[in-house]
């Protein structure tokens, strides 16, 4: 480890910089923050009046009031704990089978499970549209849920993590008699805790903020997330920008909260895997 | 295993085959339903003139002489490349600077690092509308800056090019943190020794910087612009939540072409093969980035 260094004339200037462009990062967010402890009609442009005066926490009940935020936030939380169990279960089962059994047809399921990866959402849209149509899971959490659960990003985290349990781990519990679950169960998981965990808060993360596939699946209000309630009920209060800040902090609470708490898993978790939300 | 009959190895081939494929089949199932059989099915689909609920008659490469005459779509063609030309060398270049505060040993370097990234953890939906509020002329926030700089009300996102610019700072904004965390892991990977032993022999921070940080994060660096590439290709959200693709169709990306033309204008088909024509190109630097991954 290197010492923190003398204070040259270079260092200073680097400090100077470095935080004035952590002050214009956070500035937003923080504006945002505030601007929602505001009663209606404040002038929340003019900072001098932003952050003197009084304070409240009345437009929490007053955003719920204009729009359904409180079902779109339930909606929010119901679709991305779904996605996000569903994919450590699912992923962490696939990548099992692919890392420590022995079957026919591993290469090649192996080979496109991981081309899958190449195929963005953006350029299924048309016919994912007409196959939920179909489906009829338009408008339904399951419609909601089921093409992410399709992605093959946590497969792959998921068995490089599987892949460097030592078979010799395995071998010992084969000869206690332990079946393919059991070996799955007892032995991989209890070793692969922090990949589940990247995978589950990168899922999570990912699933909570999601945006094109609601926009395009869901018409009905009730059962949008907050990523399509909230430009629409913005684009309806372009005037006064109070609620709309509210209705944007309900929706960047949890996913800041979650990401103060891991903010090393998170960051760690991209240097891992180099997965872009 | 020791002992075991021909027959008996046979029936546990067999038992873990079944269980390799009990394990596989419900992701699978996922992955087969809404993912594989959608590509699959929209290039089919690209190749009928197809809309929601009538029935679709094939017209073979139709759709893609269609588009290869449609201005419209190489407009926006040109405005996703415009975009991927400006902003990923702009995200490159200040995730590799904030990386750099980062690593520099300054004292708050967990603050300096969580302020740059936390933006990068909300949607896109509250990042656009949160600076929607910034770029509004009136009421915005840029807009008491702009009069007192005596600059007067600048509609950001009603003019053309200042509206990419707009775009383009709020994109860098939200997701340089992605880029800084990878620059990051690269220098770290970087011994200490290389530095203290350029320090020994008299090199300044800026030799240090360009003989040694830069052409050490050489892979790094390709693989962030790949990465950025493609992210910036895929631009949807910011251009249609902030400005609708405008002022009139100035920033009507591809992806938002592809939505347009299959939803509002309900031509399946043919935005099925612009949805394959997009594959394509985004495929190929996919291509790319697996063979410098496999290099690595």
Known sequence: MRKHKKLTLGRVILYIVAYIFAFLWLFPIFWMLVSALKPVGTPVSILSKVFTGTFTFRNFILVGEKAPVWTWSLNSLIVSSAVTFGTIALT???????????????????????????????????????TMAELNL????????????????GVLIMKRCFDSIPDELIEASVLDGANPFQRWWQVCLPLSKSSMAAVGIFTFKNAWNDFLWPFLSVT???????????????????????????ASVI?????????????KQIMQGIAMTGIKG | MKGATNSERLKNIIKENIAAWLFLIPY?????????????????????????????????????????????????????LFFVIISTPAIVLVGFVFAIFVNSKLKGTTFLRVSYFASYVLSMAVVTGLWIFIYQPYTGLLS????????????????????????????????????????????????????????IDGANSRQILFRITIPLLRDTTVLVILLQTISSFKLFGQTYLMAG???????????????ETGFTNRRMGLAAAMSVAFFVVVLLVSLLQNKVFAKK
């Open chain 1, 92 to 130: 962490s089962m696939a990548a099992y089978s692919l890392s420590k059994l022995n079957f026919k047809g591993r290469g090649l399921t192996q080979l496109i499970i991981t081309a899958g990866m190449m195929i963005p959402i953006e350029a299924i849209i048309i016919p994912l549209y007409q």
């Open chain 1, 138 to 153: 338009l408008n339904t959490y399951s419609g909601l849920v089921f093409p992410s659960l399709a992605a093959p990003i």
């Open chain 1, 220 to 246: 009905s209000e009730k059962m949008m997330t907050l990523p399509v309630g909230i430009p629409q009920f913005q684009g309806a209060n372009l005037s006064e920008f109070v609620l709309p800040m509210t």
């Open chain 1, 251 to 263: 929706a960047s609470v949890p996913a800041l909260i979650v990401f103060l708490i891991f903010q």
């Open chain 2, 28 to 80: 699978l199932g996922f992955f087969i339903c809404f993912l594989l059989f959608p590509i699959l099915r929209g290039m089919y689909v690209s190749l009928f003139d197809a809309a929601l609920g009538r029935e679709s008659i094939f017209v073979g490469l139709e759709n893609y002489v269609t588009i290869f005459k449609d201005k419209a779509f190489w407009q926006s063609l040109f405005n996703t």
């Open chain 2, 144 to 199: 008491v800056i702009t009069n007192a700089l005596g600059l007067g009300e600048i509609y950001w996102l009603n003019t053309k090019w200042l509206v990419w610019f707009a775009i383009l700072v709020t994109t860098i904004w939200w997701t340089v943190g992605f880029n800084m965390v990878l620059f990051l892991v690269g220098l770290q990977d970087i011994p200490d020794e290389i530095y203290e032993a350029a320090e």
């Open chain 2, 245 to 259: 693709g405008g002022p009139g169709t100035h920033t009507r990306t591809l992806v938002h072409y592809i939505y």
